[in-house]
């Protein structure tokens, strides 16, 4: 396609943008990087054509004055899907990012997450997916949870893994938890929910073919599994849901499909119409796909998909030729098309709408900013929230963290009344607000714009259980709550699922852990008043371990550290420890050194998330752990630096006042999370621990430098006699 800009092909990232934000290194990290970034300011210097790229000249005079800029994101996030929240928020998570150099090296991707609120115009950090993901794909699930799965990322400049696992997003807690894993690792695939609120993923590539995948999968948010349909006919790189509840799958070149969700089975429609292209794949009102643009920018013919006859039928031409552009279907039934890149033009602002009563495209003002790949999402209010992309911006990158809310033309705002809002202000709908007065003596303006007595929200704090308490059994949940008028009840939540309400001080609840299943759980506790007001408490993240196994460890309260208490073949420390303090994870009860007697270090990078997080003996026979027995001990860690960062091993036999000794020191060769083994053979003793230290840049020792980038973490385990 026609690009002022350099296209980066193959495995290995262009290193041809060089903008970074974040805190200074130190010295000697700013020594290895100091070469890097010398050897770049060249190649990365943008020519005057790459600063400049004309725009097409039918919307050269078009007035700005429909889009204004909005807070600009953290992290610049191009070509990745944005999802609007069930509360009019919008999630965008992963990513690629090639301004930043000092990222890990061949790791310019994310598995950061940030929410924009309409409601103020910014953007924030929001949890972490668990794995890095670019080119995934995500859809907002009917309990409002959002699937994220697929993509891919760089384990080095030279290899990349594609993911087969999934993800979910809770936005009422912000984190992220695994679901079950698709079939097929792939990347660039497409997905849209399904009229019973499964999710149809299918296409992308891998690394095993450069070629198009044929293959689909569906997954059910009731039992959190894949199920893989027919084979595809042919690639897929658009889909549609049609009202029928089947799916229209579209790519340039090759023949149109149905997905028969009753048959599970995809079906062959015949070749687009000729010379038509497939950049702009919209569902319009009236259950028929609009299809616009491509070949490489040059294609302005469109067309319409008829889901009652299976057919393809002319409508009007665009104005502009667009590939990669932002599509999005306004509350109107109008379609909006903007940016993207158009032969012998580059990168455009231009907007265009089209109107299906007439069949026509018109020109709209432009957008702020010159964009392609980029985030288009209709917000409650109806306006777009167009977000980041590649363009030309200042110093040497040309990708952009900038956004901004283009406000259609034809919106009509509404009221006061309409909204039923008698008080305060709020949004008319066309990116505006409406003042509706104020309330009389005595009342207040309550969130939902009435006026009421009480619009004070309570307040709630979760006071039992503590964070990382292990828990078995029926437990008791404790919370306080006050209102400046009254408390009507509390409601309990394990993550977004109600557990029950309280309505006496002091509330509280028995939870049943056993139905709750083993692993993490997040409780919250929820106050509500008579005016309908709520505060919910800050969330705590608990274990529940019913199911008892030798190789598990649970956090021992006495000792502070996880703790195996039975002897067995292995002990893990699961996910216990995984992260650093409150900075990387956050990690459950840290330090998780023995006593608390040894904090980690506060110190992070921007995007070099250093941490010990996993620890394992196990024997190398299956028999219990034992002294004078052959052990494999392991440590997980993700190291930003090879050197001079270090793993250090070290033991004890005294829980009380460990006298820790070194037993290996491990040099890592290269930045990533990976793994370190260790053959050991245990000395006597009936119970011991062991502490992996992460020693970034300092004297060898059990306890590392608490201002710096240190981990220290500890594991007990037991032994027969």
């Not at 992308?204 to 070629?211: A, D, I, M, P, R």
């Not at 687009?272 to 319009?284: C, D, F, R, S, Y």
């Amino acid at each position: 396609m026609g690009h002022p800009l350099p296209i980066c092909q193959g495995a290995m990232p262009c290193v041809r943008h060089c903008g970074r934000e974040g805190n200074p290194m130190n010295n000697r990290r700013n020594d290895w990087l100091a070469i890097g970034m010398a050897c770049l300011l060249q190649a990365c210097t943008p020519s005057p054509e790459e600063s400049q790229p004309p725009e097409d000249s039918a919307f050269r005079q078009q007035s700005q004055a429909a889009s204004v800029a909005t807070g600009s994101l953290a992290k610049v996030r191009a070509q990745i899907p944005h999802t609007r929240l069930l509360d009019g928020r919008v999630l965008v998570a992963g990513g690629m990012e090639f301004n930043d150099i000092f990222l890990p090296q061949g790791k310019p991707y994310h598995a950061t997450a940030e929410l924009y609120d309409p409601k103020t115009g910014t953007w924030s950090f929001t949890g972490s997916m668990n794995q890095i993901r670019d080119l995934a794909t995500a859809e907002r699930l009917a309990n409002g949870q959002v699937l994220v799965a697929g993509g891919h990322e760089n384990n080095t400049v030279q290899t990349r893994t594609v993911h087969a696992t999934a993800e979910l997003f809770d936005p009422a807690t912000g984190t992220w938890s695994y679901t079950g894993s698709m079939a097929w690792p792939r990347y660039k695939a497409v997905s849209v929910v399904l009229g019973d609120g499964r999710v149809l993923v299918a296409g992308g590539v891998n690394l095993q073919s450069t070629t198009d995948m044929l293959t689909a999968e569906v997954y059910s948010p009731a039992t959190g599994s894949w199920t893989s349909t027919g084979a595809l006919g042919a690639k897929v790189q658009r889909l549609a849901l049609l009202p029928d509840g089947r799916v229209l799958g579209v790519a340039a070149g090759v023949n149109a499909q149905v997905y028969t969700p009753a048959t599970n089975a995809w079906t062959s429609l015949g070749a687009l119409p000729t010379g038509q292209g497939t950049e702009a794949v919209v569902a319009l009102a009236d259950g028929r796909v609009l299809l616009a643009g491509g070949s490489g920018g040059t294609v302005q013919k469109s067309s319409l998909f008829d889901p009652t006859t299976n057919t393809f039928t002319a409508t009007g031409s665009m104005v502009t030729g667009r590939v990669n552009p932002g599509a999005v279907r306004l509350p109107d039934g109008t379609v909006l098309v903007s940016g993207g890149t158009s032969s012998g033009t580059g990168i455009l602002s231009t907007v265009e709408r089209y109107t299906p009563a007439t069949g026509t495209w018109s020109a709209d003002a432009p957008m702020l900013a010159i964009r392609v790949t980029h985030g288009s999402v209709v917000l409650d209010s109806g306006a777009v929230l167009m977000s980041s992309g590649s363009g030309v911006s200042s110093g040497y990158s040309n990708q952009i963290k900038s956004c901004e809310r283009y406000v259609s033309s034809s919106c009509v705002p509404t009221s006061c009344t309409s909204q039923g809002a008698a008080c305060g202000t709020v949004s008319d709908g066309c990116g505006g607000t409406l003042s509706c007065g104020t309330c009389g003596s005595g009342l207040t303006c309550s969130a939902s714009n009435a006026c009421v007595s009480d619009a004070a929200p309570p307040t709630a704090a979760l006071t039992a259980p503590g964070t990382g308490t292990p828990l078995t059994g029926t437990v008791t949940l404790q919370a306080t709550a006050s209102d400046d008028v009254a408390v009507t009840h509390v409601e309990f939540f394990d993550g977004t699922k109600s557990l029950g309400t309280s309505s006496t001080a002091p509330y509280s609840l028995a939870w049943d852990t056993v139905a709750a299943g083993d692993g993490n759980h997040t409780l919250v506790a929820r106050a509500y008043d008579a005016a309908g007001n709520t505060g919910t408490s800050t969330a705590v993240t608990v274990q529940v371990l019913n199911t008892p196994s030798a190789g598990v460890a649970a956090y021992d309260s006495v000792y502070k550290a996880p703790r195996c208490t039975v002897a067995g073949a292995f002990c893990d420390s699961g996910t216990l420890l995984n992260g650093r303090g409150t900075i990387v994870g956050p990690e459950l009860n840290a330090p998780n050194t023995l006593n608390d007697s040894c904090a980690d270090g506060t110190n992070m990078w921007p995007s070099v998330p250093e941490a010990i997080h996993g620890l394992r003996v196990a024997t190398l026979d299956g028999s219990p752990l034992a002294p004078g027995k052959v052990v494999t001990i392991q440590v997980s860690a993700y190291v930003g630096m090879p050197a001079p960062a270090r793993i250090e091993l070290y033991t004890t036999t005294d829980l009380a006042n460990p006298a820790w000794s070194l037993i290996y020191r491990f040099a890592p060769s290269t930045n990533m999370l990976q793994t370190f083994s260790l053959k050991y053979t245990l000395p006597p003793g009936p119970i011991r621990a062991i502490r992996a230290r992460l020693n970034s840049d300092g004297p060898a020792g059990p306890c590392g430098y608490v201002g710096g980038q240190d981990d220290q973490d500890d594991l007990i385990f037991a032994t027969q006699p």
